[in-house]
């Protein structure tokens, strides 16, 4: 209703948004998302109960509070113990916003003059690349997981190239 300075705080929501394609050949998918979550979600302004805090660890995106992100995979399901997905990644991250104290500078400006921010809010980072992902399940109580990942941008990791390897085993 824009009546007074509270009235202004930006909107806080997330949206998630897929398309994709299954089989467009036998065990071939493809897959575009689109991830976007405002950099006021899971804060609060008051109480430090109200955010999404659980043993201080965030309740919410793994991305945290404000980014977006915009993928585009290709997943090769080669029988259902083997798949192997290859994809482009783009990120951009501003100010996590979670842990802090919440942003009112919106209570700065008047009705008349109205309140923006830019998105993501605060200094931003950017992160972008290819990963490679494989999964294989030899027998039912052991999984192997490989992920291989290169950065052209890599924001806040140390190295732009990435291996990871998992293995699991089920009692």
Known sequence: DNKEPKDLEPTEYGLNWSA???????????????????????????????????????????LGNNFWEMRAQ????????????AGYYHRRFGEEALYGEFN??????????????AFPFGETRTQNGFQLKSYFTPVPQLTAQLRLAYWLEAADLPESFVLGVALGYRL
Do not use: C, M
Request: no cysteine; aromatic share 18%; glycine share 8%.
């Open 20 to 62: 994709g394609r299954k089989n467009l050949v036998p065990g071939l998918h493809a897959l575009f998302n689109y991830t976007r979550v405002a950099n006021r979600t899971f804060n609060a302004p008051f109480l430090n109960h109200e955010k999404f805090i659980y043993q201080n660890l965030p309740i919410g995106h793994y």
């Open 74 to 85: 290709l997943t090769y399901e080669g029988n259902p113990d083997w798949w192997i997905q």
């Open 104 to 117: 009112t500078d919106f209570l700065n400006a008047t009705v008349a003059e109205g309140y923006s921010e």
